[in-house]
């Protein structure tokens, strides 16, 4: 079975930076593509960044896009994702998810993802 295990939230102010870690275990990470989420106090889960399994495509939501960074270390079975620039409205639980697909891509897809963590909080005060 494979489990999803996220770290490196935290606390910060506006303007910091954060890097919260996926750790993959169970399977090797480069079976899979990646994507993370974000779900905030009553909205619904919505999707913030994805990886192809081989790292060379990467996908963004437009509210992140130019401050977050998606990576993966396949040696290391971990996924990472650098938050730039952080603001208020960045609050929210942040999950890690696996995308079991067969060929390159990625998706932005929620329901498309076969695996989840439990999530890591990322608080940013103004």
């Known amino acids: 079975q494979v489990q999803l295990v996220e770290s490196g939230g935290g606390l910060v102010q506006a303007g910091d930076s954060l890097r919260p870690s996926c750790a993959v275990s169970g399977r090797s990470l480069s079976n899979y593509a990646m994507g993370w989420f974000r779900q905030a106090p009553g909205k619904e889960r919505e999707f913030v960044a994805a990886?192809?399994?081989?790292?060379?495509?990467?996908g963004y939501a437009d509210s992140v896009k130019g401050r977050y960074t998606i990576s993966r270390d396949n040696a290391k079975n971990t996924v990472y994702l650098q938050m730039n620039s952080l603001k208020p409205e960045d609050t929210a639980v942040y999950f890690c998810a696996a995308d079991l697909r067969v060929g390159g891509g990625y998706s932005t897809i929620r329901d498309e993802y076969n695996y989840w963590g439990q999530g890591t909080q990322v608080t940013v005060s103004s």
């Open positions: 990886i192809s399994k081989s790292g060379r495509m990467t």
